[in-house]
């Protein structure tokens, strides 16, 4: 809370998901860390902690046979858990209002501006028009801010999906005198935004180049094998 850049994420997550256990902060408040015990911890990694809950991912430079031999010698043996899992559909945008603002006494204002993505989410078959739309709204907010206005330090846009829905998100980090153009100028850029041949290009180049480079870190490519078993069960 501290943050003012991750203050916004969590204040655009408690608005937008309210009621919804999405729209709560993931790493809790002070009553409730406070309020943990041992035997929560214990209960919950009994639950959840298990292998008919769990993905193993592998990736890098290691044979697949001595990878299943040693997956199969480390937790093949690991107990099942018997608990039912809760079942919780999907959040949808049920702030009443359209505007949430927190005030500090602090230099820089952090806006975000987010749109339903109506059903479009991570499993989605649409999720790559999704991807473009976004990149075309970041690159638009980025020159806009950045390099047109000279008013921001940082500004773009990025998506926020779930598995079958979510929201697109236009960001911008101001100077507290240049809040009020900003806002005007975000408002502006969202609504009228022009999409011609040249942006789409654009952004459809920045996109394949992102997913090109993240598939060739391990890493990333072992977070996207995961997140296919999650979203789609691929």
């Known amino acids: 809370q501290d943050i003012p850049s991750q203050q916004r994420h969590n204040l655009l997550r408690e608005h937008i998901w309210k009621g919804h256990p999405l729209g709560q902060n993931p790493v809790g408040t002070t009553e409730s860390i406070q309020a943990i015990t041992q035997q929560d911890l214990i209960s919950y990694h009994s639950r959840f902690f298990s292998p008919n809950n769990s993905i193993l991912v592998v990736t890098g430079n290691i044979d697949r046979s001595k990878a299943l031999d040693l997956a199969w010698q480390n ?46 989410g991570r499993s989605s078959a649409k999720l790559p028009e999704a991807q473009i739309l976004t990149r075309v709204i970041s690159n638009h907010i980025f020159h806009r801010f950045v390099y047109e206005l000279g008013i921001s330090y940082a500004a773009g846009g990025y998506s926020w999906l779930l598995r079958s829905n979510g929201c697109l998100v236009a960001s911008a980090e101001v100077k507290g005198d240049n809040t009020e153009e900003a806002v005007n100028r975000l408002v502006e850029g969202i609504s009228q935004l022009d999409i011609d041949e040249q942006k789409l290009e654009e952004a459809k180049a920045g996109v394949l180049s992102d997913t090109f480079l993240n598939l060739a870190d391990t890493d990333d490519y072992a977070q996207f094998i995961g997140e296919q078993q999650l979203f789609t069960n691929a």
């Open 75 to 120: 937790m093949g043996d690991l107990p099942t858990s018997v608990q039912k899992h809760n079942i919780v559909g999907a959040p949808n945008y049920l702030a009443t209002s359209r505007v949430n603002i927190e005030e500090r006494n602090i230099n820089q204002t952090h806006l975000l501006m987010a749109f339903s993505s109506k059903g479009i």
